[in-house]
Every structure is written in C-alpha cells, then in structure tokens.
C-alpha cells in the first residue's frame, strides 16, 4: 500500500484527490492524504464575486471534511512547512499552529501561487489582494462600507489580466445594480495596467473587445501606467501622477510563495515555480511531483503550462491516471497541456472569449454560460453530474428570486 500525500485543495489539488480517493476506495490499496489550510474549497476564478458580495456561499463553496468523506480521501487541515526528502515526510503546521511530521510515499505538490508585486514599494501595507478567499472577504469587507455610503467612491485596481479585468466589471455591474435602489452613491473604478492594453497575454482583438465593454460598464481604463508606489490612498506612477483612491487592489502578476524555494534543494525558477519535467516529476526527486500554478511545467514546442485554472485541471486529470499506471509498476506518459481557449467574464451576464488558437473571438450573454460551463465541469469532477445539475437549477431559481447583490440593501 502506497501513501500519497496531495498539498493543497485548490483547482488541481481538489480534483487530484477527488479522483484518486474515488479510484482506490473500493480495494484499500492505497491512502489519499490532503494537506490544506482551508476549512472551505472556492474555485479561485470566482474569487472576485466574493470581493464584490455576488458570491453565493450555501451553492458554491465545499466544505473539505465533508468532500473528503464522501469521496474516501483523508483531510488534514494544515499548511506545509517544509520538506524532508531523506525521511520522505513534510512538516505540517496545524490551525492551533503545532507542528507535526507526515510520511508519504509519492508527494504532490500544488499549493497554487499569488500576486506578485514586483517588489513595489508599499504595496503589500496599502493595497489588497485577492489570493485566496479570505483576502477576498477582506476586500468586500471593505468595499461593502463605500456602496452603503453616501456620495461617490473610488476604487483602484492594478493589473488587467484576468483577476483585475473580472473584478472590475463585477464591481462595475454591483455598482450600477445599485444605483437602481439609492442615487446618492456612486462607484468609480479605475483599471491600470502597465501594458499597452487589457488582458495583455490574450489576443489583441480579445483585449480591444473586453476594454470596450469595461468602458460600456463605466470602468476607467488607464493603460501604459506603471505603479512606482502604493501610499495610503494612493497610488504614485513612475512618472510622478497621482492617482487617488478609498481602496486600492493590486492583481499584476504571479509569483509562487518564497518558501517553495528552500524545499530541501529542490530546482526553483526565479517565481518560486518548482521545476517539473514534462511527467510533472521534480526535476531532482522521483517520489515529488508538481501540479497547476507552482510547477513551471515544460511543453514540447519549447513554452511552459501557463498558469490557468483550465491547465490546472487537465494536469490534475492527466496526473491521477498516470499515478494510478505508476502503482500498477507502468511508466508515465507526459503532460501536453491542450489549449481550449480563454474566456474572461466582464459581469455576470456578457463574456468575452477567444477560441481555436485565437481564429474565433467570441463574446455575448451565450459566451457567459460557456464560461460558467468552465466552472461547473470542476464541479463535475468533485461531485458528478447529478448534483451540479441541482446546483444549476437551485442557482436559477435563487437568481429570479433574489437580488444580484447579495447582501442588505440599506
Ligand atoms: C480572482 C482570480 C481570477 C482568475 N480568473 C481566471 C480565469 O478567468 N481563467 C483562468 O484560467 N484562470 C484564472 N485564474 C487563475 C486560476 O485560478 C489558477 O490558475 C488556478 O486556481 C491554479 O490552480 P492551483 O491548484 O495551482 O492553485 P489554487 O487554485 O490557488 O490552489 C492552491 C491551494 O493550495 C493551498 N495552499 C497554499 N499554501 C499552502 C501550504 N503551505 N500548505 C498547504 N496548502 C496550501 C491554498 O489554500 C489553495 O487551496 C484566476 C485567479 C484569480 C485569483
């Protein structure tokens, strides 16, 4: 019987244990182990409904203990520490911060990444992010209080890659929900973006599509504006503009956490990313391997796996039937991520998004449920097609009966 120990619940990591519990339940054979901090599991593409209070909790979130009981894997709710390679065994800190040892046999490593902030200068003390859900909790925290009050806000948010893009058009779209029912309370958001237009690794008919539809919702979109700054209500450019905010959200870029470095002598690119050949195996260590946001993964024309929730999810998928080969003494096959397109919700009613290797850009009410659809083949794979059906239809019926924003309107 082979232990193998998955870290981290995210896109990969849930999906991973998902199938490798369900596939070994019934002989015994092996024991799958899921170290996560988190009690909840949220699809991070989502986050940014959670920051602009659309995020329905009681349908979308997944409670761990529960997932991992019915789908026979075992959940220790902790964070990883470090690495023992010798001993074969991680050091866990749990939610009372003691710290434990865990054996395994086959290590999977998939604890994701989070904004990088290219070492900008007070950015970290005055500016929020949205990498996890409790910062996007912390974000609506703070945002809730501005919609409840009168006269008018502004909102800064720096990066319009697909967090930034998505984030400001929900916010856009709560804001004009809003206004609806209270005239004395206005949002302004401004989007900035070093690059010379949105969503800068999209196609470019993609990114002239997605800044005239955040123009269409009121979103301010200032391109080719690099941040030198963040202060406190403000952020300073590099050419010395000023550009004033109550709230400041920072989603450029992405880095991998610094302790991913110093996991006993593992190889590490210069985001922390943990260098896997193409069977996503460590390069310096059989028994490790490496799924979805920490792997810098290399593909045969030469390009890395980039760091999306879609390649997240093959690599889970592709990871659980070669592991399985593996403990049946087969060898592995590589990872060859298939690029289905990428489709980035301006709101919760229009998508844009880019199919066929960029031949087809698509975009409309349609294009919003094709990226729902993303979403919900996760949940697919964590519950089956039955229960995300309910999960549809109860979402339906919730949405023609409640408002899109969520929370008390006061
Ligand atoms: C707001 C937002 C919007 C996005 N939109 C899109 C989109 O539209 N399309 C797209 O393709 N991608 C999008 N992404 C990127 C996508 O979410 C990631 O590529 C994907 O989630 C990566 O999956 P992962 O499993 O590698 O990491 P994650 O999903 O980030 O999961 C990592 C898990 O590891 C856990 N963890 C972290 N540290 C530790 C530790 N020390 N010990 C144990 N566990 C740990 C975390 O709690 C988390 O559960 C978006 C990301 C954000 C933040």
Redesign the pocket.
């Known amino acids: 019987m082979s232990k193998i120990v998955v870290?981290?619940?995210?896109?990969?990591?849930?999906e991973l244990v998902t199938r490798l519990g369900k596939s070994f339940a019934r002989g015994n054979e092996h024991q799958v182990v899921l170290?996560?901090?988190?009690s909840h599991?949220y699809?991070?593409?989502?986050?940014?409904e959670i920051a602009a209070g659309t995020f329905d909790d009681e349908l979308d979130a997944v409670s761990y203990l529960q997932h991992a009981y019915c789908n026979r894997y075992q959940y220790v709710q902790?964070?990883?520490?470090a690495l023992n390679r010798s001993a074969k065994s991680i050091e866990?800190r749990n939610v009372n911060g003691e710290l434990s040892t865990l054996e395994y046999d086959y290590l999977v490593m998939?604890?994701?990444?989070v904004s990088n902030d290219f070492k900008t200068e007070g950015v970290s003390e005055h500016c929020l992010f949205?990498?996890?859900a409790l910062q996007?909790q912390q974000a609506w925290d703070r945002i809730n209080p501005l919609l409840r009050s009168q006269g008018e806000h502004r909102i800064s948010i720096v990066g319009a890659g697909?967090?930034g893009v998505?984030?400001a058009a929900e916010l856009a779209k709560v804001s004009g929900k809003l206004a609806r029912y209270r005239q004395d309370t206005k949002l302004t958001i401004t989007l900035v973006e070093a690059s010379d237009r949105v969503l800068p690794a999209g196609p470019e008919c993609m990114s002239e599509k997605v800044a005239k539809a955040l123009t269409k919702l009121g979103v301010q979109i200032r391109t080719d504006v690099r941040v030198s700054r963040a202060e406190q209500s403000k952020l300073v450019t590099e050419n010395g503009e000023i550009i004033g905010a109550d709230l400041q959200l920072w989603?450029a870029g992405i880095k991998c956490?610094p302790?991913l470095a110093e996991l006993d002598g593992l190889e590490t690119n210069r985001l922390n990313q943990l260098k896997v050949d193409a069977t996503l195996r460590t390069t310096l260590d059989d028994a490790i391997f490496v799924?979805?946001?920490?792997a810098e993964c290399p593909q045969p024309d030469g390009s890395f796996v980039p760091?999306?929730?879609?390649?997240?999810n093959q690599a889970a998928g592709h990871l659980a039937s070669q592991l399985k080969r593996m403990l049946k003494g087969k060898t592995i096959k590589p990872f060859v991520f298939n690029d289905g397109g990428?489709?980035?919700?301006v709101g919760h009613d229009y998508a844009v998004g880019s199919l066929l290797n960029n031949k087809l850009i698509l975009r409309g009410r349609l294009v919003r449920n094709l990226?729902d659809t993303?979403f919900r083949l996760h949940q697919r794979i964590l519950f089956g097609w039955g229960r995300v059906t309910a999960l549809v239809l109860l979402k339906r019926v919730k949405g023609s009966l409640n408002p899109f924003y969520k929370h008390n309107i006061s």
Do not use: F
């Open positions: 870290v981290g619940g995210g896109a990969a990591g849930l170290v996560e901090p988190a599991h699809w991070k593409p989502r986050l940014h902790a964070s990883m520490n866990i998939a604890v994701g990444a949205l990498d996890s996007a697909a967090t998505e984030l989603a956490a302790w799924l979805g946001d920490s760091p999306r929730a879609q390649a997240a990428m489709v980035i919700a990226y993303i």
